[in-house]
């Protein structure tokens, strides 16, 4: 199950695209602003990407990060990044994808006894696809993403 090379199913999520790579709001985000950096070519591991594609994803980071945090009030710009490599590393999708999770000293994690990485891992989310679709208008809206949905 590889959605990402499928472009079925989350095309109504991307928010950023650059030529190697894309940026969507998670389909079962576990906080609101848990947006994917995921590279266009189908790979597996960090350390298949080449010299361009590692060029464009710093490019991409430096893009995204700040304007995520930014709009969903990260606290003192904290963050996750996650990324899982390997069929025993809890990833769901078998296509490289950076997680981005932007933390609040209120958010959910932090007053109940949650595992976010378990959240993750398991696709736990207590978000519906009509939260997900408002917070894609939203980032579409801050990135100026015009494509039609795919
Ligand atoms: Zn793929």
């Keep these: 199950m ?3 090379c499928s472009k079925e199913g989350f095309g109504r999520t991307i928010f950023y695209e650059s030529e190697k790579f894309m940026a969507l709001h998670d389909i079962k985000p576990v906080v609101l602003g848990h947006v994917l950096i995921v590279p266009k070519r189908h790979v ?3 350390l298949e990407l080449d010299n361009s594609e590692k060029d464009d994803m710093r490019k991409v980071f430096d893009i995204v990060v ?3 945090l930014e709009m969903y009030k990260a606290s003192e ?10 069929p025993y590393s809890g990833r769901s999708v078998p296509h490289l994808h950076a997680h981005i999770i932007p933390r609040r000293k209120d958010d959910v994690y932090q007053r109940e006894d949650k595992n976010i990485y378990e959240d993750i891992k398991l696709n736990a989310s207590s978000f519906s696809l009509e939260d997900v679709d408002r917070e894609v208008g939203r980032l579409r809206k801050e990135f100026k ?5 795919l």
């Design 2 to 4: 590889d959605p990402f």
């Design 44 to 46: 597996l591991d960090l």
């Design 66 to 68: 700040p304007k995520v």
């Design 77 to 86: 710009n904290s963050y996750d990044l996650t990324l899982q490599v390997g």
């Design 145 to 149: 993403y015009a494509r039609e949905t």
